[in-house]
């Protein structure tokens, strides 16, 4: 079982960057693929990022491609999500997840723990 906790949220202007940490407590990080996924209020929770088990395949959603970078540290039992060129349309509350499966996806009901969230909000 993890607890994840997420942090690095906050007020940024457009064009600026952020940069999320997700820490992971309890054993087995490393057995998980892990995701960022975000929500608007009054809208449902969407896919971000995720990244394999040692950091070897990631994906994004078509919106955050190119802009943002997802990356974990075994070691240190963290997944970050770096975010650049930020956008006014990517503030949202901000969770992480993690999913233990042998065949990653992008489906959020597949992740098994997550984290209060954070939120991140873009000024234009």
């Known amino acids: 079982q993890l607890q994840l906790v997420e942090s690095g949220g906050g007020l940024v202007q457009a064009g600026g960057s952020l940069r999320l940490s997700c820490a992971a407590s309890g054993s087995g990080f490393s057995n998980y693929v892990m995701g960022w996924f975000r929500q608007v209020p009054g809208k449902e929770r969407e896919f971000v990022s995720y990244?394999?088990?040692?950091?070897?395949?990631?994906e994004y959603a078509d919106s955050v491609k190119g802009r943002f970078t997802i990356s974990r540290d075994n070691d240190k039992n963290t997944v970050w999500l770096r975010m650049n060129s930020l956008k006014p349309e990517d503030t949202a509350v901000y969770y992480c997840?993690?999913?233990?499966?042998?065949?990653?996806?992008?489906?959020?009901?597949?992740?098994?723990?997550w984290g209060r969230g954070t939120q991140v909000t873009v000024s234009s």
């Open positions: 997840a993690a999913d233990e499966t042998l065949r990653p996806t992008t489906d959020q009901l597949e992740f098994d723990y």
């Open positions: 990244i394999t088990w040692m950091g070897g395949s990631s």
